[in-house]
């Protein structure tokens, strides 16, 4: 396997972490040990759409960008 195929499993693994983020986020962060102990459970739900979610699917397409697209490589 060359690199760009390497990036671009990277990019679909990641894609697929993020849409699991922002969809179930109270399972992602048991299954990266957090807990929920706070007064507004919600404020930490948001958090973790955001971190796990929305950062990994911001990740993964800029990955598959970048193994996709030969122009604007390093």
């Known amino acids: 396997m060359n690199g760009r195929a390497i990036a671009a499993i990277i990019g679909v693994i990641t ?3 993020g849409g699991v983020g922002i969809s179930y986020p109270r399972e992602v962060l048991q299954w990266v040990g957090f807990d929920l ?3 507004n459970p919600q404020a930490g739900l948001a958090e973790a759409r ?4 929305g950062l990994f699917l911001v990740l993964g ?5 970048a193994a996709t697209s030969p122009t604007y490589r390093c």
């Open 61 to 65: 397409i800029f990955t598959l960008w």
């Open 37 to 39: 102990i706070t007064a």
């Open 15 to 17: 894609l697929i972490l």
């Open 50 to 53: 955001a971190v796990y979610g």
